[in-house]
């Protein structure tokens, strides 16, 4: 059997198997105390840890894809950081509620996008004006968000860092779903374009010569990678290099088309996440690591690795 399709066959039960170790460990056997715990805790901290895995490594398969780069992240366009800048304002005006802190990130997260397309349009809208005016939005909010937590109390620093540190413990079915259904709408748009994105990497030129609207399908990506970030980045914080590493982790196992690369990437990004949780969870116990640290120490040594390899001749 080629080994792509028994990593497919292989890849539900890896994803599955390891979901089930970070819900159940050190609670069992279930005892009714350690019941409650597993469902009003546990499981919902999965949840999004699962969700928001999910939705970075498909925001980060098109957006390597539209820049034709394996080496995008999701972080580099300031979608994140955008969303990130927004809550910690909701945070310092004190402005409080169940939906008032995910809504602002997200709101946040477009209101970044929405900036860098202006500006990439003013300067001819190539796919490496786009990057570099990411890069831009990207550490002005990182700046803005400093100054902000210079200017506040400690209240707003511990408050602001951990969130934006990342975090899957302040899970909420109550946002949880709805975004989940949004998550499986963007996949399912994802996987009926699964030919374009295909004929997408031949080039500009190539994919207008099939009839692909080049401008159309470019806004689209865009709009959809985005979606994902604010997304999961509205209930989660900063987490970074899932997007980066989940998508490149799919190709290694040989998969080129992007109806196999989908679910690959669905379920590498649910792994790491989930994973990443649990570590933060037992490495320091009872401590506990904020996530984005976690990925960060493990992701950026995989991306350095990642940039050698595509710099060898």
């Known amino acids: 059997m080629p080994r792509h399709r028994l990593a497919l066959l292989l890849l539900p039960a890896l994803t599955l198997g390891v979901i089930a170790l970070s819900a159940l460990w050190d ?3 279930l005892e009714p105390l350690t019941r409650d715990v597993l469902w009003q805790l546990r499981l919902p901290r999965v949840g999004l840890a699962a969700f928001a895995g999910a939705a970075l490594a498909l925001a980060g ?14 972080g580099l366009l300031g979608v994140s950081a955008g969303a990130g800048l927004a809550a910690v304002l909701v945070i310092a005006v004190g402005m409080s ?8 990130a997200f709101g946040g997260a477009l209101a970044a996008l929405a900036l860098v397309l202006a500006i990439g349009r003013r300067l001819g809208g190539g796919s490496a004006n786009l990057l570099l005016v990411g890069v831009a939005v990207n550490a002005l909010a990182a700046a803005l968000v400093h100054l902000l937590l210079s200017l506040g ?10 969130w934006l540190m990342g975090s899957f413990a302040q899970a909420e079915a109550t946002l949880l779903l709805p975004a989940t259904l949004l998550l499986a709408l963007a996949a399912l748009r994802i996987r009926q374009r699964g030919a374009a994105l295909d004929i997408w990497q031949l080039g500009d030129s190539e994919a207008a010569h099939l009839g692909l609207d080049i401008r159309r399908f470019r806004r689209e990506l865009l709009l959809l990678a985005s979606l994902l970030v604010a997304l999961a980045v509205a209930q989660s914080g900063g987490i970074g290099f899932i997007g980066l590493l989940a998508p490149h982790m799919a190709r290694q ?17 649910v792994v790491l996440a ?33 940039f050698m390899r595509s710099q060898r001749p």
Not at 61 to 74: G, H, I, K, T, Y
Not at 97 to 104: D, R, S, Y
Not at 153 to 162: E, I, N, T, V, Y
Not at 292 to 299: K, S
Request: aromatic share 10%; proline share 9%.
């Open 153 to 162: 109390d400690q209240g707003l620093l511990r408050s602001a860092s951990f």
């Open 97 to 104: 509620g169940l939906w008032a802190l995910p809504l602002a």
């Open 253 to 269: 196992l040989g998969l080129v088309r992007h109806r196999q690369l989908l679910p690959a990437t669905i379920a590498f990004g």
């Open 274 to 306: 989930v994973a990443a949780d649990w570590l933060a969870r037992v490495l320091i116990a009872p401590l506990e690591l904020p996530v984005g640290i976690l990925t960060a120490l493990l992701g950026a040594p995989a991306f350095l690795a990642l």
């Open 61 to 74: 398969l098109l957006l390597q894809d539209f820049f034709r780069n394996p080496l995008v992240e999701p």
């Open 27 to 29: 609670l069992w056997p």
